[in-house]
């Protein structure tokens, strides 16, 4: 069971994948479900496209059953299916 910590506080952890060791980013939004006040799924945007010009094509979307451990500092998650260049979806 994970602690009761504020969605405020969540966005300035840094999300990494512990199976590759890949940091994923911080989080910028999430997927309640409304009647039991709990979160689905947390989302992170992907990575950046070359040059930065037309924004970003894809996010990551981590199930809330994805995550390992919430420290102080990052949130640890274990998504398969992903690779440095290509984001799971």
Do not use: C, H
Not at 59 to 70: D, G, L
């Amino acid at each position: 069971m994970f602690p009761v910590v504020r969605a405020s506080d969540l966005r300035l952890r840094d999300v990494v994948n512990i199976l590759d060791g890949a940091r994923l980013g911080v989080i910028s939004d999430f997927d309640m479900d409304l009647e039991s006040g709990r979160v689905r799924t947390l989302i992170i945007p992907g990575p950046k496209p070359i040059f930065g010009l037309f924004g970003r094509e894809t996010e990551y979307v981590v199930p809330w059953e994805a995550i390992r451990k919430v420290g102080a500092d990052v949130i640890l998650v274990e998504l398969t299916g992903y690779t440095d260049q290509e984001p799971a979806r």
